[in-house]
């Protein structure tokens, strides 16, 4: 019965079914924009430590949220435009100043 207590403890201590992140790095330019087109939105991380969440278009951000063309590196394309990015707008994103 200890036995079994203690094996429990350890396997719920353990990562399991840790993910790994796609990495637009590791993947050509054409790759990375159909994996977001077809998911619709990931997370993906592009190169290092560094990660973001992609979209294949506005539909998949917040209500009050504009999607941002997001341009990151690839396996063969230092500056490929992968889908968009999502973000909460400023004053000086739209067009005049009374809008």
């Known amino acids: 019965m200890v036995t079994r ?24 330019c054409q790759q990375t ?3 977001i087109q077809g998911r619709g939105a990931l997370v993906l991380g592009t190169g290092g430590m560094t990660y ?5 278009d506005r539909s998949f951000c917040e209500p009050t949220e504009i999607a941002k063309r997001a341009f990151r ?3 063969d394309n230092p500056n490929c435009l992968i889908g968009y990015t999502c973000y909460e707008p400023g004053p000086g994103d739209w067009p005049g100043a009374d809008f």
């Not at 429990?8 to 201590?13: I, T």
């Open 33 to 35: 924009s159909r994996l």
């Open 52 to 56: 973001d969440r992609f979209v294949r």
């Open 73 to 75: 590196p690839t396996r």
């Open 5 to 28: 207590i203690a094996a429990a403890f350890v396997l719920a201590a353990t990562p399991v079914g840790a993910q790994t992140r796609p990495s637009s790095t590791a993947m050509t």
